[in-house]
Nanobody, 121 residues
Framework: QAQLVESGGGLVQAGGSLRLSCATS????????MGWYRQAPGAQRELVAT???????NYADSVKGRFTISRDNAKNTVYLQMNGLKPEDTAVYYC???????????????WGQGTQVTVSS
């Protein structure tokens, strides 16, 4: 069925930038909604940004103005451009695809394996 593979994570200094990618297969990408979540050690998984099939975008307050979510339907890929990174952005970042928009429900949709982002101070 659906497969999602995140990439682009790494170690970066505070103030730096990273671009995460989530490549999908086994779905009709253009008909689905996409989201980025993150989870720090010992913390709950939190929603970072979403982009709907129609292009509607939402961000968590903590990343607004610094992160940009986008999608390329021709490549079946969603991106997260992260600028002005802070140590508190350190987490494993996960991609999620779903047909609905109940983003608080972590049991819905399909998940990738995650990619580690570490921001040093």
């Amino acid at each position: 069925q659906a497969q999602l593979v995140e990439s682009g994570g790494g170690l970066v200094q505070a103030g730096g930038s990273l671009r995460l990618s989530c490549a999908t297969s086994g779905i009709i990408f253009s008909l689905n909604n996409m989201g980025w979540y993150r989870q720090a050690p010992g913390a709950q998984r939190e929603l970072v940004a979403t982009i709907s099939s129609g292009g509607t975008i939402n961000y968590a307050d903590s990343v607004k103005g610094r992160f940009t979510i986008s999608r390329d339907n021709a490549k079946n890929t969603v991106y997260l451009q992260m600028n002005g990174l802070k140590p508190e952005d350190t987490a494993v970042y996960y991609c999620n695809v779903r047909r609905g928009s109940m983003w608080n429900r972590l049991e819905y949709g399909y998940w990738g394996q995650g990619t580690q982002v570490t921001v040093s101070s």
